[in-house]
Structure formats: C-alpha cells, structure tokens
C-alpha cells in the first residue's frame, strides 16, 4: 500500500514538474517570438532615400573618430583650395577645420599661442618679417603657390596715361611694399636705390619722373580706394577679392619665371616644433597633390599658380 501511495505521489510531482516546465517552454517561446517581430518591424523604418538611424549612428561615430587639423587663412584663394582638400582629407580619415580671417596678423598670432594648428596665407619673407617685428616663432612646413603681383587700373587704364599727381596705392607691410615699388620700378614709372631690393620703401626712391605719389595702405585696404587712384598694386588674392583677373585687367605683373615669385611662394605655416607633425603631413602633402594643383589652374585665370619643387 505505501509503495502504491508513493508511486502516485512521484507520478504526480513528475505531471506538475512537466506541465510547469511546458508552460515556461510556451513563455519563452513568445517571448523569443515578440523579440524576433519586433526586430524585424524595426529593422528599417527610414524613409527611402534618407540614411537609416543605424547608418546615421555609423556616420557620427566616424566622424568622432577623425583626427582634427585647424587652419587659419585669408578667404580668396587660401580658404577656397583648403575647402578642396578638406574633402579629399576627410576620405583619409582628417577633418580640417578652417577658420577665414581678413587681416595679416590675427593668422599668425593664433598659431603662435597654439589656438589654431597652422595657417595658409603668407609668404616666406612676410613670415620672416613677422617673426622679426613680433617675436613669434612661426616657420615653413611647406610651399603651396605664389600670387604674381599686378599693377591694376584705377581712373586710369593704361600706364602710358600717367600723369604728374597721379596717386598709386601699395600695401604698407614691409614685404609687399617692397614688392609692389620693384613692380613700379620694373615698368619705369619709378626708380630705387641700388640694390635695396625687399627692404625698399618710399623713402628709397631716387627718381621719381612722373612726380607720383605713392599712397600706403594696410593691404585689404587697397582693392578699396580703386575709384579714387590712378592705379593700385595688388596681392594676387586681393585681386581676387576685388574682381581682377591677371590675365585680363593687370596693366603689367610679374613673371611666372621672375625671382619675386619663386620668392613669395605661399606657404603652410606652423610654430616651430609642429611642422613634422602628421596632420600638417597630411595636410602638405593634399594640397601639393595633383588634384589641388588642377583645381588651382582651372580656377584663377593666372592668379594663383601652384609651386613646383
């Protein structure tokens, strides 16, 4: 009797173990089932043709992940031909950020405190003369291209019009002053001491025919007062800025093959340490590539040539 009583108790506990067991089976299967429906109702639920929430999340994350490189430069054409390597960096993993400023100074004294990585609007004696006058420490990390000086019309369209009062606006930082009177001087209107060369200013002037006079201005300055002057001597990026082309408006520039512009080559320039840094690299290295050397003679009409070496 006792083992037939505990045989049922035994048959009994196993029916109970079982249909529990068999219950718990049924839950999980809908709860495995209610998971699996619910992955595939949101598998895709972006509208045709925009980035999926999985695609945008991928895109952020990537875009987390590239390494920064800051640059200050003047707009016309630094700005412009970063913005065309800016893509071509960010398909190797850089985001070059570009910050545009109008004067000659504030590039260089970002970089010196090290706000602002490198900057892409001077030229090798400018950067030389900086560094001089402001106690800065900034240095070459590459040539990129010069920008032929040019002599541009004002009231007058030919130099052949000059007259005895005409008013020539130049730039007044050391450099380009120098440049823009050895321009003058190569086409006669003015003579220099001898062998003055890059430090020549107004005061260095020996002959003077015409009786010109020579108005100085900060160099964004210039472009501005054409409807006042006779001519105006301009950077080729402030020529740009003004609506010039070389090739058609300047009454005369320098030569391609002429010591001045193998001398003004723009440059990338860094605070002394950081040039062997691999972003300004990799920044160097784009803007020296084919593709931004096409760009750059599609583009500007002569002013701006990238510089071979």
């Known amino acids: 009797m006792k083992k037939k009583l505990l045989k049922a108790v035994v048959v009994g506990t196993l029916v109970v173990v079982s249909l529990v067991g068999c219950k718990k089976a049924d839950k999980n299967d809908t709860q495995t089932s209610t998971e699996v429906k619910t992955e595939v109702e949101t598998e895709d639920t972006s509208v045709a043709g925009e980035p999926s929430e999985k695609e945008k999340?991928?895109?952020?994350?990537?875009?987390?992940?590239?390494?920064?490189?800051?640059?200050?430069?003047?707009?016309?054409?630094?700005a412009e031909i970063l913005e065309q390597a800016k893509t071509i960096l960010a398909e190797e993993g850089w985001d070059l950020q570009i910050t545009e400023f109008s004067d000659y100074v504030q590039?260089?004294?970002?970089?010196?405190?090290?706000?602002?990585?490198?900057?892409?609007?001077?030229?090798?004696?400018?950067?030389d003369s900086f560094n001089a006058e402001q106690g800065t420490h900034l240095v070459n990390a590459g040539g990129i291209h010069y920008e032929p000086f040019g002599i541009y019309p004002g009231t007058k369209n030919d130099l052949s019009e000059i007259a005895k009062g005409d008013v020539i606006a130049v730039p007044n930082d050391t450099t380009n002053e120098a440049r823009a009177l050895l321009l003058l001087q190569d086409n006669n209107i003015i003579t220099l001491k001898d062998g003055i060369g890059l430090e020549a200013t107004v005061n260095d002037i020996v002959d003077n025919?015409?009786?010109?006079?020579?108005?100085?201005?900060?160099?964004?300055?210039?472009?501005?007062?054409?409807?006042?002057?006779a001519f105006v001597v301009l950077n080729g990026n402030y020529a740009l800025e003004a609506g010039f082309s070389v090739g058609k408006d300047a009454v005369a520039y320098e030569s391609s093959e002429s010591e001045a512009a193998k001398t003004y080559v723009n440059v990338i320039a860094v605070k002394e340490g950081n040039e062997n840094n691999e972003g300004i690299k990799k920044l160097v290295e784009v803007l020296k590539s084919d593709e931004i050397k096409k760009f750059i003679k599609d583009?500007?009409?002569?002013?701006?040539?990238?510089?071979?070496?």
Do not use: C, M, W
């Not at 999340?57 to 630094?78: G, L, N, R, W, Y």
């Not at 590039?107 to 950067?127: C, K, M, R, T, W």
């Not at 025919?209 to 002057?229: D, N």
């Open 299 to 309: 583009t500007y009409d002569g002013a701006v040539v990238p510089f071979e070496n």
């Open 107 to 127: 590039p260089n004294l970002v970089v010196e405190s090290g706000d602002i990585d490198a900057n892409y609007f001077q030229h090798i004696p400018y950067l």
């Open 57 to 78: 999340a991928s895109t952020t994350k990537e875009d987390s992940e590239k390494k920064v490189i800051t640059i200050a430069a003047s707009s016309t054409p630094h």
């Open 209 to 229: 025919p015409y009786g010109v006079k020579i108005q100085e201005l900060e160099a964004a300055q210039v472009s501005r007062v054409v409807p006042e002057v």
